[in-house]
């Protein structure tokens, strides 16, 4: 005991000894037991019944508004990259666009259905353009679009990092190289139909994802020319088809805003587009598409959604009508013991 | 360690061995007389040890001693053992013989066997199937990936999104570009480093965690705390939890598990007279004996019950003729025993108590029986022990003493009298007994007494018989002769001393009998009851013999009046063939029983007759390791209990190897003792009962609990929530993982297969540490399918874990199923919804990210039974957990995807894909589970059902079976 003592601090060790002889019995808690308070839902028939149909109830008003919504949009969708290469080259559109001394303007004449109006956004549709291949995405250095300082940042932009004789270029990357430069010009009976590109990037991407000192800088200047060259006297965060550009594409196919048309139009206007048929989609068989579309709640024109909430409200009321039937004709007695398996037999026997 | 001399002037050491065996009662070690007197520090002790090679037997020890010119022989009680404790003596000498890594002890420690659960076991299977879809997907990748790389290999130089040359130096040359062979052998690679949450290893942390939860509840489960032995439920093994929710089979040791191995003096039978307490008068006989010696009162510590005319008679003393015997008879138990007895302190200073501390319980309950009746054992030393007969002490000189083995079953004693004269006591089992009782004297006191015996046997009580005989000079020169020669022998000493043993343990006069009661554990009967109902076989092993075990077997439920019983005792190889070619005849006949019915709805009722079977331990010496084997087992298939009596402990593990051999089920062994550590370790779960026995199995087992009835719940209710937890959460975790996966995947073919993800990379990372990890390990610790009421009530229920119901291949691929076709909703709604729009993939990937991480939180709490607020918290909490990493993620303005969140949930069409996605992701799954619940329920989703609407409440045996009759005409 004395040894104990010495080791053990002051008093203690008279308390050591009466713990151990304390009782191990665990402390009870409704926590320690698992008998905490519980809700044990349970799917009863009339539980799911109403459940479907209030599914049902909710879906297919969602799917009829949005279906409506999407047919009240007026889209006009002209592809030109097939009918902007004049006759006789048809066959070698890699060759005409290649070629810088060609004369690449292109009229296309869009009769506009349904009235549109205003704002009408305008957009290039392209497809086949793999903006989400792996290659591709990474290229480009989003610290050196947001501030100077960081304009020799990155080698995730090779190979359009830096010039051949070492100088940085801003925006560097794939991405920026390859960035669309048809342009169009619209007019209606002679008149000119301004089209507003400002705005049409993100605002958080202008203000703090491209930097407002940041200029561009011997971009497009090596042997090979991608797309659209830049104003190197306005800033990033003003260049907005650029940031437009830079938003990386979900999909193989898919639009980015070109600029809005806030002017109305009428039906049976027909429009004069002036298309600069520069960009280079030829080289991967990808097409053009000129876009012009009014908006609604929910977006562009797409019949999708609606048509999926119609489905599935329709499938959710055929669902609980079915379990009416089932539940009228052969209901079962919920919690009945005779349907333990093991009465079961018992229960074959006696009768 | 060899003891030379000890504190203790006749050179006795106590000593506790609980390191090595486990035991923790005191036991004696010797030093030599010779050795006794000298003192190493004052003179040169000269000697030499010959000594055994070192080996693990803790209870064996071979050597013997030449000192002074005297050689001495040296046994198992002369040595202290590495890992011993001295009590009670001040101080020890001894020599040591073997050191370091050849002690004993050393020697002994071998590492546990690791276990694996079935579940995991199972598991696996699975995890290779879902690596062969990885590498499957991996694989169509890479093949498109070759196809298109092939197809433009041409434009690859120039294509905008691809440009395979940097044209900025003069002679253009292939930038990240290792030719073809390369690029698809990267993609393959790189699309298994994305693809690889396919494989859950989350899944094994996150089982292990559920594992350390599961083990808190069970070790706090106040249901399995054993108030007696103050202990309660351990969890020795980590990693078997769910194992307990699927066992098919329980290996039960008798003595200390289905028993409480406290033994208790009940009756005699003294020279044919049958003395078994009356129970009219128990208050008044309760007062223990108590002895006045040198003004201090002595009392045993424990008080036995007596039987009032036979007290009377000891007391009478040697007068009558009936007396002597009485006399002989509790001399016999007073003396002929290993018992050592402890003088213990109480607070009144002129009480002590006598506490008799021996290595085995039978002993302890003799020798305090025989206190009680007046020969109360005082001392004992190696020499001599000394008994108090009613205030009078007297000295016996104990000349030898053959120690009990498991071959005599007997041991014996021989004891010079104050009267000089030799007698040697003998008891033992009855069987080895009567073989060496001298047949001819008194044959109806033996006929009487191997009546009674069986009239003791039959009602569950440990016989032994006890005999004796008086030696005159000339055999006690021969013997003491032989007995010394035998036991300074160095080669085969115990060959030699059994040798000894037998020739004077021959021509017995019969004394008497002895039952001890073996005292049924609280609530064994409806433990084992339970086990039955729930479709466990229970097997007892037990070392006992077939009586006894009959009587156990009757009193624990275990065999009923309706079984049949089936005994197979052989001697031989082909004897042995034959019983059991007989008894599968039988067992055929009386199992597949006659069917009885067929009603209209086609299901049939079939009335069985339950099977015993019994056998003995010389049956299964002939079974084991033979070609019998396969007969016994479908013989034991057939049987609904099986009985085996004396056996050997490596025959317990036998047995249990042969089940585990030839069937898939899960096997259980519970046993306390030393004798049940091979079962244990053998056995699937290892069940240790933390009793008398020592902790050896406590040591060896993977749980350890006070009581064998906590088997019940510990099987029932514990066992099937461990089971129905893991194995719902294993399926739930491939599937969360694969839904994940696959929307990677159909993403990658919108990509030119070259494993971009819209998903950010940080979601992706995140997605199985914190989006969905969570609710799952809380939903594998607290979910409970059934309450432990409804469980323990309906064994039945257990039958889930046997019919493998919570996880199965059906149960997989139908997960799996369920898994494409959410995947498919969750990609492919958005994708058709974004078709052809300004969508850019960050936005588009927080999408898919929500939706998934939405999507399979719903899932989980769709199939959730318990709501605790525990479970809503996480459910619930991993959501908005994932929303803020979201934006949080979103709102770095050096991400790609910078602000994409706050744009694309500004837009409804954002909020109307994340409702449709997860209705229609779930409805299949919903009617599903809802058409199997409702129309083909099973038995847990019926006692579910139950216990809400409290149907079953009250329903009796008669009850149920009316049901169906009445049904009908209500509706």
């Known amino acids: 005991m004395a040894d104990r003592g010495g080791t053990s601090s002051g008093g203690g060790g008279n308390g050591a000894p009466e713990l151990a002889k304390k009782s191990r019995k665990p402390k009870y808690s409704r926590f320690s037991q698992q008998e905490l308070p519980a809700c044990k839902p349970i799917l009863t028939p009339g539980w799911v019944i109403t459940a479907f149909i209030s599914i049902g109830v909710i879906f297919i008003p969602i799917g009829l508004a949005s279906l409506f919504a999407s047919q009240r949009v007026v889209e006009i969708v002209d592809r030109y990259d097939r009918d902007c290469i004049p006759r006789n080259v048809s066959d070698d559109g890699v060759g005409f666009i290649e070629d810088a001394k060609a004369n690449k303007t292109c009229v296309r004449t869009l009769t506009v259905q349904k009235q549109m109006k205003s704002p009408i956004y305008v957009y290039y549709q392209i497809s086949n353009f793999y903006q989400n291949h792996r290659r591709y995405v990474k290229s480009r250095d989003d610290k050196q679009l947001w501030s100077p300082k960081n304009e020799r940042s990155s080698s995730d932009c090779k190979p359009e990092d830096f010039t051949s004789n070492g100088q940085p270029i801003i925006p560097c990357g794939l991405i920026a190289w390859s960035m669309f430069n048809d342009t169009y010009k619209f007019s209606v009976k002679d008149k000119v139909l301004e089209v507003n590109k400002k705005g049409i990037a993100w605002k958080s991407d202008r203000e703090h994802k491209f930097g407002s000192d940041v200029y561009p800088k011997n971009f497009q200047s090596g042997a090979l020319i991608g797309g659209a060259k830049l104003n190197s006297s306005i800033p990033l965060s003003q260049q907005e088809d650029l940031i437009v550009w830079m938003r990386p594409a979900a999909l193989p196919t898919f639009r980015k805003l070109y600029g809005k048309i806030e002017v109305d139009l009428e039906p049976n206007d027909n429009i004069t587009v002036i298309i600069e048929n520069n960009y280079n989609t030829y080289s991967f068989g990808g097409n053009k598409k000129l876009v012009l579309s009014t908006t609604s709640w929910m977006g562009g024109k797409n019949d999708f959604l609606g048509v999926a909430y119609l489905t599935i409200g329709g499938l959710c009321l055929f669902l609980a009508i079915s379990f009416i039937l089932v539940y009228v004709l052969k209901p079962r007695p919920l919690g009945d013991p005779s349907y333990l398996s093991w009465n079961r037999n018992a229960a074959g026997h006696l009768n | ?971």
């Open chain 2, 1 to 971: 360690m060899v003891l030379l001399s000890t504190s203790d002037p006749t050179g006795i050491a106590y000593v506790q061995t609980i390191n090595l065996d486990g035991e923790s009662n005191l036991k004696t070690r010797y030093a030599k007389q010779e050795t006794l007197s000298k003192t190493p520090e004052k003179e040169k002790v000269n000697g030499f040890i010959k000594c055994e090679k070192p080996n693990r037997n803790i209870y064996g020890f071979q050597a013997n001693m030449e000192i002074d010119g005297k050689r001495l022989s040296l046994g198992p009680s002369n040595i202290i053992l590495r890992g011993c404790e001295l009590k009670n003596t001040a101080w020890a000498i001894g020599v040591a013989v073997h050191a370091g890594r050849e002690t004993k002890a050393m020697l002994n420690s071998s590492g546990a066997p690791s276990k694996r659960s079935r579940l995991e076991t199972r598991m696996n299977v699975e995890i290779i199937i879902l690596s062969i879809f990885l590498i499957a997907l991996c694989s169509i990748v890479s093949v498109f990936a070759a196809i298109w790389l092939r197809r433009h290999r041409d434009d690859l130089d120039t294509l905008p999104f691809y440009r395979r040359k940097d044209f900025s130096e003069a002679k253009p040359k292939n930038y990240k570009y290792y030719g073809w062979g390369w690029e698809i052998f990267f993609t393959f690679l790189m699309s298994v480093i994305v693809f690889q949450i396919m494989i859950p290893i989350s899944l094994y942390i996150s089982m292990e965690l559920v594992r350390v939860g599961q083990a808190y509840f069970m070790i706090r489960d106040g249901g399995m705390y054993d108030e007696a032995s103050n202990s309660r439920f351990q969890c020795r093994a980590l990693n078997i939890n769910e194992d307990l929710g699927q066992i098919k089979y329980v290996f039960s040791d008798k003595t200390g598990t289905l028993t409480e191995n406290k033994m208790e003096f009940r009756c005699a039978s003294i020279w044919g007279v049958d003395y078994s307490g009356s129970k009219g008068d128990l208050q008044s006989e309760q007062v223990a004996h108590e002895v006045e010696v040198d003004g201090m009162i002595f009392r045993p510590k424990m008080i036995v019950r007596t039987d009032p005319e036979l007290l009377q008679l000891a007391k009478v003393g040697r007068e009558s003729q009936r007396g002597k015997h009485v006399y002989d008879f509790f001399l016999a138990l007073a003396s002929c025993n290993t018992i050592v007895p402890f003088v213990v302190d109480t607070p009144d200073p002129s009480v002590k108590l006598i506490d008799y501390q021996g290595e085995s319980p039978d002993e302890q309950a003799l020798a305090y029986a025989a206190a009680a009746y007046g020969f109360m054992l005082i001392e004992r030393t190696s020499g001599h022990i000394i008994i108090d007969f009613w205030g009078e002490k007297q000295r016996f000189n104990v000349l030898g003493l053959h120690e009990f083995d498991s071959d005599r079953k007997r041991m014996s004693v021989i004891l010079g009298c104050p009267d000089k004269s030799v007698k040697v006591f003998v008891k033992g089992a009855d069987t080895t007994m009567f073989s060496v009782i001298d047949r001819t004297l008194n044959k109806s006191v033996i006929q009487t007494t191997e009546g009674h015996l069986h009239s003791y046997s039959s009602l569950g009580l440990r016989t032994l018989v006890v005999g004796m005989r008086e030696l005159n000079n000339s055999e006690f020169e021969q013997w003491h002769f032989a007995f010394v020669d035998a036991s300074t022998a160095l080669m085969g000493r115990a060959a030699l001393l059994r040798k000894v043993a037998n020739n004077i343990e021959s021509n017995l006069r019969v004394l008497g009998a002895s039952a001890i009661e073996d005292k049924l554990q609280q609530g064994v009967p409806d433990a084992i009851e339970s086990l039955r109902m729930a479709d466990i076989k229970v097997w007892v092993l037990t070392g006992d013999k077939q009586e006894t075990a009959i009587s156990i077997g009757y009193s624990s439920k275990l065999l009923t009046s309706k079984m049949t019983q089936i005994v197979i005792n052989s001697n031989s190889k082909e004897s042995c063939r034959k019983s059991l070619d007989d008894a599968i005849v039988m067992a055929k006949k009386l199992t597949s029983g006659s069917i009885v019915s067929h009603n209209m709805e086609g299901s049939s009722g079939a009335v069985i007759t339950p099977v015993g079977l019994i056998i003995d331990g010389t049956s299964l010496v002939y079974v084991l390791d033979s070609e019998l084997e396969e007969q016994l087992f479908k013989l034991a298939s057939m049987c609904s209990v099986v009985l085996c009596c004396r056996v050997a402990p490596l025959q317990k593990a036998g047995i249990v190897a042969l089940v585990k051999k030839r069937t898939s089920d899960m096997t259980l062994a519970i046993g306390d003792g030393a004798n049940d550590v091979s079962m244990i370790q053998c056995a699937d779960v290892g069940v240790g009962i933390s009793g008398q026995e020592g902790r050896q199995a406590v040591m060896a087992s993977d749980f350890a609990m006070g009581q064998f009835r906590f088997l019940v719940p510990l099987l029932l209710v514990h066992g099937h929530w461990n089971y129905q937890r893991m194995g719902y959460m294993i399926l739930y975790n491939f599937y969360r993982n694969a839904v994940f996966v696959l929307i990677l995947f159909w993403y990658v073919l919108f990509t030119c297969f070259t494993l971009t993800t819209a998903i950010n990379e940080w979601s992706s990372m995140l997605y199985s540490i914190i989006y969905t990890s969570v609710p799952t390990i809380v939903v594998g610790i607290l979910d409970k399918d059934l309450s432990k009421r409804t469980l323990l009530k309906h064994p039945q229920l257990y039958g889930a874990g046997h019919r493998q119901e919570a996880y199965n291949s059906k149960l997989f691929w139908l997960t799996m199923v369920d898994t494409l076709w959410q995947s498919v909703v969750a990609f492919f709604v958005p994708l058709l919804a974004y078709w052809n729009s300004t969508i850019d993939a960050p936005s588009i990937g927080d999408l898919w990210t929500l939706a998934a991480v939405i999507l399979v939180n719903l899932h989980l709490a769709m199939d959730v039974v318990r709501w605790t607020w525990i479970t809503h918290a996480a459910i619930w909490g991993s959501i908005v957990a994932t929303w803020i990493c979201v934006v949080c993620i979103d709102a770095i303005p050096m991400m790609p995807g910078y602000w994409a969140i706050f744009h694309i949930g500004g837009t409804p069409v954002f909020w109307w894909c994340l409702l449709i996605i997860v209705i229609a992701a779930l409805v299949p799954h919903f009617v599903v589970k809802f058409i199997y619940q409702y129309y083909f329920p099973c038995d847990i989703q019926i006692a579910r059902e139950a216990e809400k609407f409290g149907n079953l409440r009250g329903h009796g045996a008669i009850e149920i079976e009316m049901n169906p009759i009445l049904e009908p005409h209500q509706r």
